[in-house]
């Protein structure tokens, strides 16, 4: 099956820092990828949709020079937290979508914590 | 704006009980709707996907069904099992957009 991957699967930085997280689709070329953000006892919430070779589309409320977001490859797209700061702190998940399948094949998640 | 609810946010059963979680949707154009789960900590592992021209998917002891119209999906567990015991989200996606808008998820605990 489709296989999705993220690095590091747990960092913690300091504030003011920035921190690059990284989705990998494994045994597939994925032409959307999508980011996500959930805090303790929440559901996912889309922070921002992925195209191979274009800009990525973010959510309302999202900040983009925060959350800078680079899909250099149809199987990798790459997350970076810009000057983190505590409330940064979350659990960011990655999916990847497969052609014309509407499938998501999510990654395990990467849990960030800055102090 | 999409949003989806689950009911119950939370649930005890013993073991080998058959169960069933309640997920609703606020706008019935869908594309499709997924049930995942999530362990403590991980990412999600997707059970069934149905489509929104389908009624239904089976996979081992879980059954979903989806009724578009009415904006609600079950998942039915069988023969639940200490294994079964995680969070359970519902997600839909729009037509014409792949885009998920996800529920809270009904934690679940099976109990030997």
């Known amino acids: 099956g489709a296989v999705v991957s993220q690095h590091p699967s747990r960092v913690i930085c300091k504030s003011g820092t920035s921190v690059k997280i990284e989705c990998r689709s494994l045994?597939?070329?994925?032409?959307?990828m999508f980011w996500y953000r959930q805090f303790p006892k929440q559901s996912l919430m889309l922070m921002a949709t992925?195209?191979?070779?274009?800009?990525?589309?973010?959510e309302q409320g999202v900040e983009k020079d925060k959350f800078l977001i680079n899909h250099a490859s149809l199987t990798l797209s790459t997350l970076t937290v810009t000057s983190a700061h505590p409330e940064d702190s979350s659990f960011y998940i990655c999916?990847?979508?497969?052609?014309?399948?509407?499938?998501?094949?999510f990654g395990p998640g990467t849990r960030l914590t800055v102090t | 704006k999409q949003e989806v609810t689950q009911i119950p946010a939370a649930l005890s059963v013993p073991e080998g009980e058959n169960l069933v979680l309640n997920c609703s949707f606020t706008?019935?154009?869908?594309?499709?709707l997924q049930w995942f789960r999530q362990d403590p900590g991980k990412g999600l592992t997707s059970l069934l996907l149905?489509?929104?021209?389908?009624r239904e998917q089976t996979s081992g002891r879980l059954n979903a069904s989806l009724d578009k119209s009415s904006g609600r999906s079950t998942l039915y567990i069988a023969a639940s099992q200490p294994g079964d015991s995680a969070t359970y989200l519902c997600?839909?996606?729009?037509?014409?957009?792949?885009?998920?808008?996800f529920g809270k998820g009904t934690k679940l605990s099976v109990i030997p």
């Open positions: 999916s990847a979508r497969v052609g014309a399948d509407y499938e998501q094949y």
């Open positions: 045994d597939f070329q994925a032409t959307t």
């Open positions: 992925s195209n191979e070779g274009s800009k990525a589309t973010y």
């Open positions: 706008d019935s154009a869908i594309y499709n």
């Open positions: 149905i489509q929104s021209s389908q």
């Open positions: 997600a839909v996606s729009g037509a014409g957009s792949y885009q998920l808008t």
